[in-house]
């Protein structure tokens, strides 16, 4: 079908993050040729600069890439356990939710016995030819395909207050390389900006690494952790995505704002054990080394000397604070999708600018010619709260299978459910 001897595959994954490896893991099953998926980072990884020690999941290990949809398939974290001879260890380490370092390392396993996968391969350009998509890296093409699996993932947000600031003001992302430069006066005051599970992190890190003046402001009004509870956790099945299918568009973004703190939040554990930490500190030093101020939104940050001053909107009207240095966790979008400008105009949005995705992941876009575009955790409000992390990987992949194959190589059930939905 294609004229020159670049490789040729049926579909091509920009991204080799865990919503891509599980696509490439389940996809062999369904008979339909080759698969390849092509990722920036050299190596396997999944967010190495967020990789503390002792970091926890926050999703259960049997969110693995395969297990929902295929428990037999030879990639289960199970399997990983038994042949790397860690599972009694694991066992009787007694986890609430495993190691983040864990999960990376059964991600590494997992990519290495997936064929097709180019690391160091940033995908620049994907156009459409007419007949299939065309994918440039290093300014030349490297592929060919059918179909395209878009899953580049997110990438850290940079607000606005922070552009022209000296770089004592970082991203949590590059705190891990920074923190030893940072120690050079562990009393100056340290700013942790963001409440969510990346900021709690970050301040963790700062009282392990001695700093004792820590200052973290979030912006809602308590540092709020995750509701785990069971009913919180049926949004995150399919039955539930089935019945959000259901409704107009816009019921189902006010569905998903409303179920935001089931996922957008602290870790219970994580939180208690920032409070040990804290406490363990304080009998050291008299008072705490970390001090919580929510309800603070940081609007402006301005430098003064060698010191920042953030002026944040309260409840209450405008406070000032001041640190030497500021580290930025206000959350996460979505990284470019690295269409060419002729592919991006074809592309279709909703009223609210976001990509209409179909509920088998597939893009609108005008002149498909039968080839398919799947974008892989970019679908959070129309498809629900698990399109944005980790707990309906395998149940997505097969739903993008079965619309490729055009039939189901892979059978999702979930009708045993207590609840009865209204909207
Ligand atoms: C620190 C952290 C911890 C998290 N913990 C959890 C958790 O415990 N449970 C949970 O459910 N969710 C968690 N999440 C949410 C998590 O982002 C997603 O669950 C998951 O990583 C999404 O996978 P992905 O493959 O869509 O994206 P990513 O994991 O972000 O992977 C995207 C990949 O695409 C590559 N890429 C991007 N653009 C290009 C390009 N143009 N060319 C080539 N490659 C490209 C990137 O290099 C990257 O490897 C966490 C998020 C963060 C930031």
């Known amino acids: 079908m294609y004229s020159n001897d670049l490789p040729t595959y049926h579909v091509a994954g920009v991204g080799a993050g865990p919503a891509n490896l599980s696509l490439a ?12 998926l092509f990722d920036s980072q050299p190596g396997p990884a999944w967010h190495p600069a967020l990789l503390s020690p002792g970091v926890r999941m926050q999703t259960s290990w049997m969110k693995d890439l395969v297990s929902l949809v295929d428990p037999q398939h030879p990639l289960t974290f199970m399997n990983y356990l038994v042949t790397t001879g860690r599972l009694f260890a ?22 290495r016995r997936i064929e097709g996968i180019h690391y160091g391969t940033p995908i620049e350009r994907v156009t459409y030819t007419g007949d299939g998509f065309e994918l440039h890296a290093g300014g030349r093409p490297v592929a060919r395909a059918q179909h395209l699996s878009v899953g580049v993932g ?36 340290i700013a942790v900006v963001g409440g969510g599970q990346t900021g709690l992190e970050c301040v963790l890190k700062l009282i392990h690494a001695g700093f004792t003046d820590v200052r973290w402001l979030g912006r809602r009004q308590w ?46 554990g994580a939180l208690r054990v920032l409070y040990q930490a804290n406490y363990d500190r304080m009998l050291d030093l008299d ?42 966790a206000v959350g996460r979008e979505a990284s470019p999708v690295p269409f060419d400008d002729d592919l991006a105009e074809r592309v279709e949005y909703d009223d609210d600018g976001d990509m209409l995705i179909e ?26 709260v698990p399109d944005a992390n980790l707990t309906l990987l395998p149940v997505r992949a097969a739903g993008v299978i079965n619309a490729m194959a055009g039939r189901a ?7 045993l459910c207590p609840v009865r939905w209204i909207a």
């Open 25 to 36: 893991a389940l996809f062999p099953a369904a008979n339909l040729g080759r698969a390849a």
């Open 90 to 111: 694991l066992l009787n380490a007694q986890f609430d939710t495993i190691p983040r370092m864990e999960y990376v390392r059964y991600l590494t396993w997992a990519a």
């Open 154 to 189: 997110t990438r850290a947000v940079r607000p606005a207050w922070m552009a022209g600031l000296p770089e004592s003001v970082l991203i949590a992302d590059d705190l891990g390389w920074r923190i030893d430069g940072l120690r050079a006066d562990l009393t100056a005051p």
């Open 223 to 268: 540092f709020q952790t995750i509701d785990d509870s069971p009913v919180a956790n049926e949004f995150y099945r399919p039955a539930h995505q089935q019945f959000l299918q259901q409704l107009s568009r816009g019921t189902r973004r006010r569905l998903v704002v409303e179920q935001g703190p089931t996922g957008d939040a602290l870790t219970p």
């Open 287 to 328: 008072r705490f080394p970390a001090v919580l101020y929510p309800g603070r939104d940081v609007v402006a940050v301005e430098a003064d000397g060698d010191e920042l001053v953030m002026r944040c909107d309260t409840p209450g009207g405008r406070e000032v604070h001041r640190a030497r240095h500021i580290i930025v």
């Open 359 to 384: 509920p088998d992941y597939s893009l609108r876009w005008k002149g498909m010619n039968g080839h398919r575009i799947f974008v892989l955790n970019r679908a959070r409000y129309s498809h629900g």
């Open 409 to 415: 190589v892979y059978n999702v059930i979930d009708e």
